[in-house]
């Protein structure tokens, strides 16, 4: 219920760029024309066919993307759970990793409320990690359902497969010292080969329509360029503030490390360890630093707070017999004793014996010691673990005060908010039949107008630096020309690249009209058309062209 009324919270929040183009692809996919070869992004095939799923349930509305980013949230929660509970951390591990997950899965900063490919990477990673962790429960079954997981979520963004390799070193590294050598090659020359084989399939799939090539470059070539492209890199891009605020986490997790100081933990830390080392490692690859990027550490942090918090839970729940702890303290004793000289000192400090006695003796005795010796020793870990979990509400907390259509302000000033807006008037100047066309990246220009996009490639840079950019020209012209756009609005301002084969076609074709301009877009229309013989023959032109609006209706706003 938290989830739901998390996500029902910023329902009206106007959708961004990415997730639109998603949904516009998704929705020509559902009326006949083919990804890659009609319909063209650069992310890998699952993202759209995940959208024409449930937009094939639910419709291409703002309620889908509310409705898929409830479901993919839950299956995440469940995911923690079935990962988090894990022997030895067991129920109250999963159930930790499902509430701090609960908390932080919708955080306002890093975009999370919105199905974003890294959303659906989390939740297929977090279930492949718990097949890792579980394997030895389904020798047979667990390694195959773990290569599944993977390869789905590389299959939603190419940048899955760091985590999900490191993951495999990590399950590989673990055994070598705690299980049979051939067994961890085995499981996970399992799970790669499937990874490998869910990627050949695919490529199998494009071959029998003819797209091989075409989805070759796309998910291959183009990635290298776009990484190469210069892009401003932030002085925190590895830890930025908004996620150091979820550093208290990782806290729990430092302190209740030396708790689980036995085969068993230390195989699944080293798992875990793996695991956050991929997320940073897949956020890094792309050579962008946006802020949903860093959604991929979410489900780390998450382990790693439950089973630190277990750790710490049960070395201060465990009582110490009178007797044994005289003999460990006698041995704390013996240990400064031995180190007196070394330090000058007759009468160190409880903390500095404790300190000594790591050094030392090691196994970690003066951290069972300090917490277990504590009058209070079983309240202390329950105050510490309440402490951080209190922290990370409060950290979440004030943007819930906010109106969920506030948000978008918050993370991207009023750039959406202002396309909607823009959106909704397009949609009234333009009566059915009746199109436009944007030459940047504002995708979510016809989403709002409910409007389908001319042309099949969204994307005003893959026109322009493509490896096959040229076909993708001639063939968005031919799109063009057969069926003009009324408007033409030039958004080329958001990477100052357009088509050249574009260019020429439209500048005969379509003139400025400085009045109907919109901050930060121009906006031209086509010469002879309906706009285009209101303006010249109206003695009053723009008095007639809102006498011609449409009006507005609930739909507009969906």
Not at 10 to 36: F, K, Q, S, W
Not at 127 to 151: E, I, N, S, T
Not at 239 to 252: D, E, H, K, M, T
Not at 510 to 516: E, G, I, S
């Amino acid at each position: 219920m938290v989830i739901v009324s998390e996500r029902l919270h910023t329902r009206m929040e106007p959708v961004e760029c990415d997730v639109a183009t998603y949904a516009e692809i998704a929705d020509g996919m559902r009326h006949g024309r083919p990804l890659y070869s009609e319909m063209f992004d650069i992310k890998p095939p699952a993202l759209y066919y995940t959208f024409e799923i449930a937009e094939t349930a639910w419709g291409n509305s703002r309620e889908m993307i509310t409705r898929l980013g409830i479901f993919v949230s839950i299956l995440t929660l469940i995911g923690l759970y079935f990962a988090g509970s894990v022997a030895p951390f067991g129920r109250a591990g999963g159930l930790l990793a499902a509430l701090i997950w609960t908390i932080v899965g919708c955080d306002c900063l890093l975009q999370a409320n919105m199905p974003n490919a890294e959303v659906f990477m989390n939740a297929a990673l977090i279930w492949g990690f718990g097949f890792c962790c579980r394997r030895r429960a389904a020798p047979r079954l667990y390694p195959v359902l773990a290569g599944l997981c993977f390869g789905l979520a590389t299959l939603y963004k190419q940048v899955a497969i760091a985590p999900a390799a490191i993951i495999c070193l990590g399950l590989f590294l673990s055994d070598l010292k705690f299980s049979v050598h051939k067994d961890a090659l085995r499981v996970v020359s399992m799970i790669m080969a499937i990874v490998a084989a869910s990627w050949l399939a695919m490529l199998i799939c494009f071959a029998q329509s003819g797209n091989l090539r075409l989805v070759w470059e796309t998910l291959f070539v183009y990635p290298r360029i776009y990484a190469k492209q210069p892009h401003w890199v932030p002085d925190d891009a590895f830890a930025p503030s908004y996620v150091r605020a979820f550093w208290p986490l990782l806290a729990i997790a430092a302190i209740g490390l030396p708790g689980s100081w036995t085969a068993p933990r230390v195989r699944l830390w080293t798992i875990l360890a793996a695991y956050l080392i991929g997320a940073e490692a897949g956020v890094m690859l792309p050579g962008r630093y946006y802020e949903h990027y860093y959604q991929l550490l979410m489900p780390c942090l998450c382990l790693a707070f439950a089973w630190g918090a277990v750790a710490i839970l049960n070395v201060c729940r465990r009582a110490i017999p009178g007797k044994l702890l005289i003999e460990r303290y006698s041995s704390f004793k013996r240990a400064c004793g031995a180190a007196s000289d070394l330090l000058r000192s007759d009468a160190p400090t409880p903390f500095l014996k404790c300190r000594l006695d790591v050094t030392l003796q090691g196994r970690f005795a003066s951290y069972e010691i300090l917490f277990r010796s504590l009058p209070f020793r079983g309240r202390i870990g329950a105050y510490l673990v309440l402490l951080v979990v209190i922290c990370t509400c409060a950290n979440e907390v004030p943007y819930f005060v906010l109106p969920g259509s506030d948000w978008t302000l918050v993370k991207y000033q009023d750039v959406y908010s202002s396309d909607q807006q823009f959106a909704l008037l397009l949609s009234r100047l333009l009566r059915p039949g009746e199109t436009f066309y944007t030459t940047g990246y504002e995708p979510d220009l016809y989403y709002y107008a409910h409007m389908r996009p001319p042309v099949g490639v969204l994307s005003g840079t893959v026109l322009y630096d493509f490896p096959d950019q040229g076909a993708f020209a001639r063939t968005a012209v031919a799109e063009l020309s057969a069926k003009p756009p009324e408007i033409v609005i030039d958004g080329s301002f958001t990477y100052n690249k357009i088509s050249p084969r574009i260019t020429r076609w439209l500048r005969p074709r379509y003139r400025k009209v400085p009045a109907l301009a919109w901050e930060p877009f121009s906006v031209s229309v086509r010469k002879g058309g309906r706009l285009d013989q209101i303006l010249e023959s109206a003695k009053r032109p723009f008095i007639a062209l809102h006498e011609s609006m449409a009006p507005l209706t609930s739909a507009d706003y969906e």
